[in-house]
T-cell receptor
Framework: DAKTTQPNSMESNEEEPVHLPCNHS???????IHWYRQLPSQGPEYVIH???SNVNNRMASLAIAEDRKSSTLILHRATLRDAAVYYCISYNQGGKLIFGQGTELSVKP | EPEVTQTPSHQVTQMGQEVILRCVPI?????FYWYRQILGQKVEFLVSFYNNEISEKSEIFDDQFSVERPDGSNFTLKIRSTKLEDSAMYFCASRPGGGANVLTFGAGSRLTVL
């Protein structure tokens, strides 16, 4: 699975959009980009995943660069409950998830 | 929404004691995992399990660790002789087979070894 690079931390204001970047320059053509998050004192939670096209679900949107070397997780309106560590994972479907350090998102009221 | 259930939520044990952490994965899932997270560190893969056998394990998963699916619902992690450095949160996860590769994690079991 390819290595991903994320900023250690980001800050956002409540009810504003948040763009969480991820670089995965060595990603292979068959690896999906998965995002998970971990709320304080909880287990990781699936957010979204994609291969090439941008994806939307009820939690977030995922914008994938055309060359697939980077992606951005978009939270459209951050709430206090979105404060968490967000993990971008390059995942060879069927294998294991390998977690990095992730981005710690803090949301200010 | 279906969830992965883990027990106990917190266990305190003496060094050298055996510990069993239990997990009830989502009922139609076929792949099962254990991860651990030492306080302040990242989530680390321990082992994956499919079709009643270990499919992959990490260097952390040494002879002191074992996993079992004793019946159709439970998935257990046993640590034979606990060490201080085994203190961590242990997360169980499961996923369906086929094309769906999203893991669902439990809330975790906190193990404290004294």
């Amino acid at each position: 699975d390819a290595k991903t690079t994320q900023p250690n931390s980001m800050e956002s204001n409540e009810e504003e959009p948040v763009h969480l970047p991820c670089n995965h320059s060595t990603i292979s053509g068959t690896d999906y980009i998965h995002w998970y998050r971990q709320l304080p004192s909880q287990g990781p939670e699936y957010v979204i995943h994609g291969l090439t096209s941008n994806v939307n679900n009820r939690m977030a949107s995922l914008a994938i660069a055309e060359d697939r070397k980077s992606s951005t997780l978009i939270l459209h309106r951050a709430t206090l409950r979105d404060a968490a560590v967000y993990y971008c994972i390059s995942y060879n479907q069927g294998g294991k998830l390998i977690f990095g350090q992730g981005t710690e998102l803090s949301v200010k009221p | 929404e279906p969830e992965v259930t883990q027990t106990p939520s917190h266990q305190v044990t003496q060094m050298g004691q055996e510990v069993i952490l239990r997990c009830v994965p989502i009922s139609n899932h076929l792949y099962f995992y254990w991860y651990r997270q030492i306080l302040g560190q990242k989530v680390e893969f321990l082992v994956s399990f499919y079709n009643n056998e270990i499919s992959e394990k990490s260097e952390i998963f040494d002879d002191q660790f074992s996993v079992e699916r004793p019946d159709g619902s439970n998935f257990t992690l046993k640590i034979r002789s606990t060490k201080l450095e085994d203190s961590a949160m242990y997360f169980c996860a499961s996923r369906p087979g086929g094309g769906a590769n999203v893991l669902t994690f439990g809330a975790g079991s906190r193990l404290t070894v004294l």
